[in-house]
């Protein structure tokens, strides 16, 4: 009952979160910001419904498994997207040193996981958005693209930042 | 933008659009102006899709919005005499839009348009002297935008985007293989009734190329519970197959196609990418099935 409890304050704190939006919105004149809480409006309603779907497969459950346990990370705001695992279990990546050929087999193709190297760091990108299909902007998966990103995304380290490390390029 | 408390159902937002036409209309703030649209070096997609368009339609623009001086493909005149009726209106004030890619090869003469004083006029003889008097240019379709599929490797014709010949001015670009006719005549429309529209760093209008398909995406929930089509027809997202709406900016998402009928990822195809610069080199490949699951080859 009381992880129930807990999922009713997040959502009133998000319903709460909404209508200051809607206000700010209804309010301001024409800003640059405007996209940025209607983004952050839109994020909420997609938590709230999130949440709200939770509760109704809680309470179908609830007949038949009273007991049923709530992961820890549900009132985290975003779900982070699963990895499809691939055959065999990864070794562990934080100090794996990459040779170029090593890193040539994670082209994220047939399962594998899709990884890149900028500035001697390799990132995952498997289920970064913008590598669909382990391919951007006509590169591939697999290879060390230190300079494509010096010259297409000079100065936008957060893009990086936001990656997962696996490992250093030899 | 409209947002509460005004109302916000159809017929209200409706009736203040058509409230602030008329007020404008009858105050003699808005007037016809000339439109020039050229078609130079690609597939006359982009007119194609524009007889498609629908509120306003395109016998509403004809008629009301602008007067048509000159197109390649719907203009009545035709040889001479349809040049020459392009060459009259270098003298009056006209909005020159322009489709398909400038063709540099030759000094032009990959992509000729017509015949003016017994010589061949070529696309970039003709988009250098309308864009230098043309009181706004608008860039329709990819390869006006930045070369597009006229452009793609090996581009024998060395076909090159409407801004590479006239650098110093600005260009309007609304990219996409072909136009929504809703962006073209959007953006028309804002440039008779309030002038130039707000752009994005890359001259491209805000309120049709602002939001990136995969922020408005009903496959959204699907993407982040990491539940992926393997195939061309699953219901799910398309990620895996190669989908670029998380790298294209587009309204297609909730304004679609054809009417507001469908879009590719409502139809279970993954986004091309086919309004991002670059395109088609840059988005391929359109379509990946190794990366789910073994293919045969491996
Ligand atoms: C050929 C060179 C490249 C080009 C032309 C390019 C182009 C782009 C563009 C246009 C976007 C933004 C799409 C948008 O939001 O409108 C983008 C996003 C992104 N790019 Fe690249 N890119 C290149 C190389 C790379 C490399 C080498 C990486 C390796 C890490 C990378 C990682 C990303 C990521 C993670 C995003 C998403 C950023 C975000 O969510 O803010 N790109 N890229
Ligand atoms: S189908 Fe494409 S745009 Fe939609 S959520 Fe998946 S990756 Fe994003």
């Known amino acids: 009952m009381r992880n129930i409890e807990l999922l009713r304050l997040q959502l009133n704190h998000l319903v709460t979160q909404a209508r200051n939006d809607l206000y700010i919105l209804a309010t301001m004149n024409d800003s640059p910001y405007k996209n940025q809480i209607l983004?952050?409006?839109?994020?909420?309603?997609?938590?709230?419904?999130?949440?709200?779907?939770?509760l109704a497969?809680?309470?179908?459950?609830?007949?038949?498994q009273p007991t049923m346990p709530i992961p820890t990370d549900l009132v985290n705001e975003q779900i982070q997207?699963?990895?499809?695992s691939p055959d065999q279990p990864l070794p562990d990546y934080e100090y794996r040193i990459f040779t170029t050929q090593e890193l040539a087999t994670y082209d994220g193709k047939n399962g594998r996981p899709a990884f890149v190297a900028v500035n001697n760091l390799v990132y995952d990108v498997t289920n970064d958005s913008a590598w669909?299909?382990?391919?951007?902007?006509?590169?591939?998966?697999?290879?060390?693209?230190?300079?494509?990103?010096?010259?297409?995304h000079q100065g936008q380290l957060a893009i990086l930042a936001a990656l997962p490390?696996?490992?250093r390029l030899a | 933008m409209v947002l509460p408390p005004d109302s916000l159902t159809n017929a209200s937002v409706a009736a203040r659009l058509t409230n602030a036409v008329n007020e404008k209309l009858t105050n003699n703030l808005i007037q016809k102006q000339n439109l020039v649209y050229l078609e130079l070096n690609g597939c006359s997609g982009n007119i194609i899709s524009l007889l498609n368009g629908e509120n306003p339609d395109f016998a509403y623009a004809l008629n009301s919005m602008v007067n048509f001086r000159y197109s390649n493909s719907l203009m009545v005149a035709e040889g001479t005499e349809a040049i020459e009726q392009m060459m009259n209106v270098l003298d009056e004030d006209f909005i020159l839009a322009v489709e398909g890619a400038v063709a540099l090869k030759n000094n032009g003469l990959y992509n000729v348009i017509g015949s003016y004083q017994g010589k061949p006029l070529t696309g970039?003889?003709?988009v250098s002297m309308l864009g230098e008097k043309a009181t706004h240019i608008l860039a329709v379709g990819a390869c006006a935008t930045h070369g597009g599929v006229s452009a793609a490797k090996p581009n024998p014709s060395e076909s090159v985007g409407i801004q590479q010949v006239h650098p110093q001015r600005k260009v309007i670009k609304l990219p996409g293989c072909p136009v929504n006719p809703r962006w073209f005549l959007g953006t028309l429309a804002h440039l008779l009734l309030y002038g130039e529209p707000?752009?994005?760093?890359?001259?491209?209008?805000l309120m049709f190329y602002s939001t990136l398909i995969h922020d408005r995406c009903p496959r959204r929930p699907f993407f982040d519970q990491g539940i992926f089509a393997e195939k061309l027809g699953d219901p799910t997202c398309l990620f895996k197959l190669g989908c670029r709406g998380p790298v294209t900016r587009t309204d297609c998402p909730t304004k679609q196609w054809n009417g507001h009928v469908n879009w590719p990822i409502g139809n279970d195809t993954p986004c091309i990418g086919c309004s991002q610069f670059g395109f088609p080199d840059a988005m391929a490949p359109f379509i990946s099935y190794d990366t789910t699951r073994v293919v045969k080859d491996e």
């Open chain 1, 81 to 84: 997207p699963v990895t499809p």
């Open chain 2, 198 to 205: 707000q752009t994005d760093h890359l001259d491209r209008p």
């Open chain 1, 165 to 167: 490390v696996v490992g």
């Open chain 2, 124 to 126: 970039l003889q003709a």
């Open chain 1, 132 to 152: 669909a299909a382990a391919t951007h902007f006509g590169l591939e998966a697999g290879k060390d693209y230190t300079n494509e990103f010096a010259s297409c």
């Open chain 1, 39 to 54: 983004q952050r409006l839109w994020e909420t309603i997609s938590s709230i419904e999130f949440l709200i779907e939770y």
């Open chain 1, 57 to 64: 497969s809680l309470a179908s459950l609830s007949s038949t």
